[in-house]
């Protein structure tokens, strides 16, 4: 049983949101916000169903938790995500002064660290944790592009 209020525990609930994105043929990828151990955004990637190459879990996330604090800076705020952000969503997490990234699993093809080694693109403060519940939400992506493969529904090039 996890503690709640850890690094684990938050994880867990992106991994929630992440399961969501796969039951409607989402890339699952899932995203949370915490101020003070609460939880104030959830959101899970919603490209396809709103048609918008920048629906990813985590510019939702961060449109979200500021509308709920009133604020543009989320400073003394933590972004928990499945996958490791894009240069977009790493853009979006570097202006809006997010403190704490947890990143489960790690992405070779777009992530802004493993694969343009980018990680100056965010605020020097910014602290980068990375790993937190990597298996499951690694085995989730393998699970839905095999899903894909084996129902040739998109092309992913």
């Known amino acids: 049983m996890l503690d709640i209020n850890t690094d684990a525990f938050f994880m867990r609930e992106a991994i929630k949101q992440a399961k ?10 899932g995203a949370i916000m915490v101020c003070n151990n609460h939880i104030i955004a959830k959101a899970y ?4 169903v709103l048609s918008d190459a920048t629906a ?20 003394d705020c933590t972004l928990y995500v499945t996958l490791e952000p894009c240069m977009m969503c790493a853009g979006a997490i570097k202006w809006s002064r997010i403190s704490k990234l947890v990143i489960a699993a790690a ?9 343009y080694k980018a990680n100056h693109l965010l605020n020097t403060k910014t602290e980068i944790i990375f790993g937190i519940e ?21 092309n992913w090039n």
């Open 56 to 75: 990813h879990a985590e510019m939702i996330s961060i449109t979200s938790a500021s509308e709920y604090l009133g604020a543009k800076f989320l400073n």
């Open 107 to 115: 992405d070779e093809k777009e992530g802004f660290i493993t694969k």
């Open 134 to 154: 990597e298996k499951e939400a690694t085995q989730l992506l393998k699970d839905f592009f095999q899903k894909l493969r084996n129902n040739n529904q998109r």
């Open 20 to 29: 969501k994105a796969f039951d409607e043929n989402e890339v699952p990828v």
């Open 45 to 48: 990637n919603q490209v396809e």
